[in-house]
């Protein structure tokens, strides 16, 4: 199982070395993708990551720094099928927090290609609190948070809980308080991957501290760490010592 970090940065103007927010899980020779900042589509087929293994696609919340990147992801998905044509389409479960998200895209995606169609191969579904699949061996659960109010559809923000292969990770997505990652965190986790475009380093040592842990990956980055990178990697060794990094695009992470 390995995570690959396509993107690590909050929603800031362009950065020289960090895109918007967006990671695969690979696990049992499918990609699970979570969140779509701009340019992960490319940085993954870059990285050699195999598109055409793309199981299934997570959005947290509709903002553009984790949502960007999703119109190039599908087109990209839908051009390498092309290039390969040997190789059977494999189904797409695509998750969203809210259903204009799917309408918008497939909507831009059709005004370049009035046929733009990955066919009968994608499956949205909108996501609500609780398992939003579980395949036996890898199994994701949505909790909401409140980084955006709900709509009348209901909750548009979440965190989420991965368990596979006897490992949990927690990814924050955005949130508003990092107490309300505490129900996904549940009696503990091995990794939790942080936002910190919201917070600071003193924040995530003062959440975390005391917490059965195993590994913190600061993902979503913000001004304190894009600042003052160097600063910012000591400040974490000297709180956290080995426990804890801070995540770069093209990072990967072997669990
Ligand atoms: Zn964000």
């Known amino acids: 199982m390995k995570l690959c970090f396509l993107g690590t940065c909050a929603g800031t103007e362009p950065m020289p070395d960090r895109k918007h927010t967006a990671f695969t899980l690979e696990h049992d020779g499918k990609l699970y993708w979570f969140d779509a900042g701009e340019g992960c589509s490319y940085t993954a087929h870059n990285l050699g990551l195999d598109l055409l293994r793309v199981e299934k696609i997570i959005l947290s919340h509709p903002h553009i720094d984790h949502t960007g990147g999703l119109a190039n992801l599908l087109w990209t998905i839908r051009n390498l099928h092309w290039l390969k044509k040997s190789e059977k389409m494999t189904d797409i479960q695509i998750f969203l927090p809210v259903s204009g998200i799917f309408e918008a895209v497939m909507g831009l995606l059709r005004c370049n290609e009035p046929n733009f169609s990955l066919g009968p191969y994608l499956h949205p579904h909108i996501i609500q609190d609780g398992v939003l699949f579980d395949n036996g061996s890898l199994c994701v659960t949505a909790f909401h948070n409140t ?33 309300e990652l505490n129900p996904a965190i549940g009696e503990g986790c091995d990794v939790l991957i942080i936002e910190t475009g919201h917070f600071g380093i003193g924040d995530v040592y003062t959440y975390t501290k005391g917490k059965p842990i195993g590994k913190i990956l600061f993902n979503h980055n913000g001004r304190e760490i894009l600042n003052a990178p160097a600063e910012a990697a000591n400040k974490v060794k000297n709180l956290f010592g080995d426990k804890a990094v801070i995540c770069y695009d093209g990072m990967t992470e072997c669990l």
């Open 147 to 179: 980084h955006m109010a709900p709509s009348e559809e209901g909750w548009r923000s979440f965190s989420f809980r991965i368990d596979a292969q006897g490992k949990r990770i927690v990814y924050s997505g955005d949130v508003k308080h990092y107490e």
